[in-house]
T-cell receptor, first 117, second 112 residues
Framework: GAVVSQHPSRVICKSGTSVKIECRSL??????MFWYRQFPKQSLMLMAT?????????EQGVEKDKFLINHASLTLSTLTVTSAHPEDSSFYIC?????????????FGDGTRLSIL | SQELEQSPQSLIVQEGKNLTINCTSS?????LYWYKQKYGEGLIFLMM?????EEKSHEKITAKLDEKKQQSSLHITASQPSHAGIYLC????????????FGQGTRLTINP
């Protein structure tokens, strides 16, 4: 079964709305989670690293004020797209790695398709 | 230039045929991961390779890592419609690294 849960799977909302996406690790505690964005027919682009108890680390070119990340507990990270506009429409996906044991793979959520009208 | 290059970007094969997808790194890998994605869905972990020369198989899919640990290939034997999707390779470059670097992906279509 899934070890990383992402919610919601799909969001359609009006321009100017803020949207929150949740990412939960189900079987393990994750001090670090990752948020990716994927455009149609393209690969995953890492947006930021979510760190439990501290500020997120954003990749170059990603607006931290636009994409707010909160990692309030060891099993939950949230990504809030603030004042979303049509250009923010995309597929957002999170991942986490089980820290127990060596060389564990990243486990991914099922993604959130965000459509801004 | 891309740190992790995947080829081909797109592949269309007849059902029952074999195929290979390649992933080449510009520097030595610590670990290489293969994932499969249906468009608009999450990633499914397939296999992880870490040792030079390592080869792993699962059902009809075989992944290899070269001795220099800079190139990996994913081979599918007797392809089926269920193999269709996007294949992504992801790389670790040091022990304990958390984030993965991904290749551009290969979109695989299987024609009946």
């Amino acid at each position: 079964g899934a070890v990383v849960s992402q919610h919601p799977s799909r969001v359609i909302c009006k321009s100017g709305t803020s949207v929150k996406i949740e990412c939960r690790s189900l079987d393990f505690q994750a001090t670090t989670m990752f948020w990716y964005r994927q455009f149609p027919k393209q690969s995953l682009m890492l947006m930021a690293t979510s760190n439990e108890g501290s500020k997120a680390t954003y990749e170059q070119g990603v607006e931290k004020d636009k994409f707010l990340i909160n990692h309030a507990s060891l099993t939950l990270s949230t990504l809030t797209v603030t004042s979303a506009h049509p250009e923010d429409s995309s597929f957002y996906i999170c991942s986490a790695r089980d820290p127990r044991g060596l060389n564990q793979p990243q486990h991914f959520g099922d993604g959130t398709r965000l459509s801004i009208l | 230039s891309q740190e992790l290059e995947q080829s081909p970007q797109s592949l269309i094969v007849q059902e029952g045929k074999n195929l290979t997808i390649n992933c080449t790194s510009s520097k030595t890998l610590y670990g290489l991961y293969w994932y499969k994605q249906k468009y608009g869905e999450g990633l499914i972990f397939l296999m992880m390779l870490q040792k030079g020369g390592e080869e792993k198989s699962h059902e009809k899919i075989t992944a290899k890592l070269d001795e220099k640990k800079q190139q990996s290939s994913l081979h599918i034997t007797a392809s089926q419609p269920s193999h269709a999707g996007i294949y992504l390779c992801g790389a670790d470059y040091r022990p304990g690294a958390q984030k993965l670097v991904f290749g551009q992906g290969t979109r695989l279509t299987i024609n009946p």
